[in-house]
C-alpha cells in the first residue's frame, strides 16, 4: 500500500548548516502542529542560482509560505523574496561575534518587497506566523493554533494564581 507524501506547505531555507540549531526551531514547531515542511541549505552568496531556482519554483510546486534564515550580511530572506510572490518570513540569525547586521539587512527592505522579518533567532515565532496565514485557509488548523493560544493564557493565568496565593517573595524562591 503507498502512502502519498503530503503536500509541503513551508519552506524552510537557510544561508549555511551553521543556522540549523536556529532554524530547527520552526521545523520542530510546524511539525507539532502539523504542517508539512522541508529544510533546505541554500546560500545567497555560495548558491545564488540555486537560490533563484527555489524560490521561483516554490510557488509552483505547492508552497505558501518561506522561511528564510540566514546571518551575517543575510541576503537570502530578502532575494527570496525578490524573487516570488509568496510571504517570506526572515530569521535574522544571531550570533555572540555578530553585531545586528542580519536584523538591519532583513527589516531595511526598501519599498516594494515585503519581508515580514522576525526578532533575531525568532524561528519559533516565524513558524507561528505561517501557521496564523495558514490558519486563514485552513479551519483544523485554525482550531488547533486557537487551542495552543489559549493553553499560553492558562499558563499564564495559573502562575499568577500562585504568585497572588504566595506572595511574590516565596514564589521566586521555589519557582
Ligand atoms: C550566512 O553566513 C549564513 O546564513 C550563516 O549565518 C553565516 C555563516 O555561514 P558559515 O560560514 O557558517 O557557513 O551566509
Redo the contacts with the bound molecule.
Keep these: 500500500m503507498s502512502k502519498t507524501s503530503p503536500q509541503i506547505l513551508v519552506g524552510i531555507i537557510?544561508?549555511?548548516d551553521?543556522?540549523l540549531d536556529i532554524m530547527s526551531e520552526a521545523a520542530k514547531t510546524l511539525d507539532a502542529f502539523g504542517v508539512a515542511n522541508e529544510v533546505r541549505v541554500i546560500?545567497a552568496?555560495r548558491t545564488p542560482d540555486k537560490m533563484n531556482e527555489y524560490a521561483q519554483t516554490a510557488a509552483g510546486r505547492g508552497l505558501q509560505i518561506i522561511i528564510a534564515?540566514?546571518?551575517?550580511s543575510?541576503h537570502?530572506p530578502g532575494m527570496t523574496a525578490s524573487h516570488t510572490p509568496l510571504p517570506v518570513i526572515a530569521v535574522p540569525?544571531k550570533r555572540d561575534h555578530h553585531d545586528h547586521e542580519a536584523l538591519w539587512s532583513n527589516v531595511k527592505m526598501p519599498p516594494g518587497i515585503p519581508l515580514a522579518t522576525m526578532p533575531e533567532n525568532g524561528a519559533h515565532n516565524a513558524a507561528l506566523l505561517a501557521i496564523e496565514i495558514l490558519s486563514l485557509q485552513d479551519k483544523t488548523l485554525a482550531k488547533k493554533y486557537q487551542a495552543f493560544r489559549t493553553k499560553l493564557a492558562q499558563e499564564v493565568i495559573k502562575k499568577d494564581a500562585q504568585l497572588q496565593a504566595k506572595g511574590w517573595q516565596k514564589y521566586m524562591k521555589v519557582s
Design positions: 537557510m544561508g549555511s551553521s543556522d546560500s552568496h534564515g540566514a546571518g551575517g543575510a537570502l540569525v
